[in-house]
């Protein structure tokens, strides 16, 4: 079966081919141009997450010293009620 123009069709890879022959440099620049904005992108996400992993280590190293803090002054409060053996009375 032909074309419009008589010509036979062309597999894809050749239109393809023929395509970005025709694009030369131009189209490759654009193409650095896309990967450097998709990688400026990636770039962001990773220094906020980053920066959210920083945050959650501070406040995880806080609530790590607040129980050490808390269970201390528990055992402090739990040896203060035992307190010293009661002397026994001599009979």
């Given amino acids: ?6 010509d036979l069709p062309m597999p894809m ?3 393809l081919e023929e395509e970005d022959n025709c694009l030369g440099e131009a189209g490759n620049e ?8 998709m990688l400026d992108q990636i770039s962001t996400c ?11 280590h501070a406040r995880l190293k806080e609530l ?6 808390t269970r201390v002054e ?4 739990q040896q203060l009620n035992e307190g010293p053996p009661a002397a026994k009375p001599h009979s």
């Fill in 74 to 77: 528990f055992q402090q409060q």
């Fill in 64 to 69: 790590l010293e607040s129980n050490q803090q």
């Fill in 13 to 15: 890879e050749i239109i």
């Fill in 30 to 37: 654009l193409e650095y141009a896309a990967i450097n904005s």
């Fill in 46 to 56: 990773l220094d906020q997450l980053e920066e959210k992993n920083d945050h959650l």
């Fill in 1 to 6: 079966m032909s074309g419009p123009n008589g």
